[in-house]
Nanobody, 120 residues
């Protein structure tokens, strides 16, 4: 059974940083794993994904967010810098996709999420 556990969320002021971690366990396809977020009243959106070792970013994450993977620890990180109030959301990691995609519906396994709140 695949389990994903996120941590690292919290409350910061605009311009601050957070580093999210996602520890995975169980048998899963390590080739496709990523970070998503869902703000109140909005759909879940993909932010940053790693596809066979290569990172990809949505425009909203480019230049401010960095995804990385430590396969020896089965951990994926999301470094978030220059945070803005619009980044306030629950952040999820997900895996289980069979192709490189930002589409949330393609991912089978999800963590419980970690809240990030950015104040102005």
């Amino acid at each position: 059974q695949v389990q994903l556990v996120e941590s690292g969320g919290g409350s910061v002021q605009a311009g601050g940083s957070l580093r999210l971690s996602c520890v995975a366990s169980g048998v899963y396809n390590r080739n496709f794993i990523g970070w998503f977020r869902q703000a109140p009243g909005k759909e879940r959106e993909g932010l940053a994904i790693i596809c066979t070792g290569t990172p990809y970013y949505r425009d909203s994450a480019k230049g401010r967010f960095t995804i990385s993977q430590d396969r020896t620890k089965d951990t994926v990180y999301l470094q978030m810098d220059s945070l803005e109030p619009e980044d306030t959301a629950v952040y999820y990691c997900a895996t289980g996709a069979t192709s490189c995609t930002f589409g949330a519906s393609s991912y089978t396994y999800w963590g419980q999420g970690t809240q990030a709140t950015v104040s102005s």
